[in-house]
């Protein structure tokens, strides 16, 4: 079975570093999102809270989502935003439910629990765990930043997310809004992929994105954008344009 590694390894090497944001929660809108930009990208985030909302409807829309890019490209990841964070017991089902059931590549996760409680996720070594680490919100250093033994909280988390990894399968996730300790997250996690939020209708800067997050390969990133891509009125021509901004920067980079 191929990692969630080998999978997003093959994207990076094609020069694919688009994550698309799926934050409808409609399977006929994902669907033709996904046929318009599956040659474009690495990954597809699918924010679970947008279809939850929506009831037993929503979550069979995730379902048969999930199920059409599995189906027609496999070769393209599947990561639910789901932030899931609960003591170890409950998050065991969490694990069974994202990666059993709906077949998920990767999930978010918070560590605010600690490592025992996150312990169903990361024992799951052919998938990608991407614990939450820096937010793209305005909000995110109301406790992110708080300083910790003489440094800021997200980078300590990231040293504790290092420490976890003994399975190679652990990604974080920093916001695009914040390139400064995008950069600092970089330095501490090494080549571990970086799940990056928050690119277009947040504020977050390509160029500036790249220059900070990329890993000692040139590579590492997985840069996602959700409603400049798919409220946009030509969801192919804008993914095509971040696309073509990513391989600019690359080139001077």
Request: charged content about 20%; overall charge negative; aromatic content about 10%.
């Given at each position: 079975m191929n990692s969630f590694l080998d999978k997003i390894g093959r994207k990076w090497?094609?020069?694919?570093?688009?994550?698309v944001g799926l934050d409808k929660g409609n399977f006929e809108f994902d669907k033709n999102i996904i046929d318009q930009t599956?040659?474009?990208?690495?990954?597809?985030?699918?924010?679970?809270?947008?279809?939850?909302?929506?009831?037993?409807?929503?979550?069979?829309?995730?379902?048969?989502t999930i199920t059409y890019i599995k189906e027609k490209y496999p070769d393209i990841l599947i990561i639910l935003d789901a932030k899931r964070g609960d003591i170890e017991n409950t998050n065991s089902l969490y694990a069974k439910a994202?990666?059993?059931?709906?077949?998920?590549?990767?999930?978010?996760?918070?560590p605010y629990l600690g490592q025992q409680s996150l312990q169903p996720f990361l024992e799951r070594s052919d998938k990608g765990i991407f614990?939450?680490?820096?937010?793209?919100?305005?909000?995110a250093g109301e406790f992110q930043d708080l300083e910790v033994g003489g440094k800021p909280l997200y980078q300590?988390?990231?040293?504790?997310?290092?420490?976890?990894?003994?399975?190679?399968?652990?990604?974080?996730?920093?916001?695009?809004?914040?390139?400064?300790q995008l950069k600092k997250v970089r330095e501490i996690v090494g080549d571990m992929p970086i799940l990056i939020p928050g690119v277009g209708a947040q504020g977050g800067n390509v160029k500036s994105t790249i220059q900070?997050?990329?890993n000692s390969h040139g590579q590492g990133i997985i840069i996602s954008s959700s409603r400049d891509i798919i409220f946009s009125e030509d969801p192919r021509a804008a993914t095509l344009k971040m696309h073509q901004e990513i391989e600019e920067v690359l080139k001077n980079v």
């Open positions: 090497s094609e020069g694919k570093f688009v994550c599956a040659d474009l990208v690495c990954a597809y985030k699918l924010n679970s809270a947008f279809y939850e909302e929506a009831g037993t409807n929503g979550w069979s829309d995730l379902e048969k994202v990666f059993d059931k709906l077949g998920a590549d990767g999930v978010t996760v918070s614990v939450i680490v820096k937010t793209s919100n305005p909000g300590v988390i990231a040293e504790h997310v290092v420490s976890w990894n003994s399975h190679n399968n652990l990604g974080v996730v920093v916001g695009a809004t914040y390139p400064d900070a997050g990329l």
